[in-house]
């Protein structure tokens, strides 16, 4: 299995960007996708993921982000409005996949938010 992502990029505070990440495998065999963030100096943390029926953000997103899949195409995407500076992070897409739910990871991509 194989996540990439794009999207990412510079943008001023209050601005949008939107992020996408394709995947590579059998559609049947994928379970949640979604979004985990790395600000500099800090820990991982999970931004937004997407199942069937269930969608969940992070308290810090709510109302600015909004995730959306292709469950078709195998992609997931992040639309991110109203940026402020502290969702500058690295953003990394994830997916579980197979019989043992096991997690997969893109390479990542830098969002930076200037003031």
């Known amino acids: 299995v194989q996540l990439v992502e794009s999207g990412g990029g510079l943008v001023q505070a209050g601005g949008s960007l939107r992020l996408s990440c394709a995947a590579s495998?059998?559609?049947?065999?994928?379970?949640?996708m979604g979004w985990y963030r790395q600000p500099p100096g800090k820990q991982r943390e999970l931004v937004a993921q997407?199942?069937?029926?269930?969608?969940n953000y992070a308290d810090s997103v709510k109302g600015r982000f909004t995730i959306s899949r292709d469950y078709a195409k195998n992609t997931v995407s992040l639309q991110m409005n109203s940026l402020e500076p502290a969702d500058t992070a690295v953003y990394y897409c994830?997916?579980?996949?197979?019989?043992?739910?096991?997690?997969?990871w893109g390479q990542g991509t830098q969002v930076t938010v200037s003031t």
């Open positions: 495998g059998t559609v049947s065999s994928f379970g949640s």
């Open positions: 997407i199942a069937p029926s269930t969608r």
């Open positions: 994830y997916a579980k996949y197979g019989l043992d739910n096991r997690d997969y």
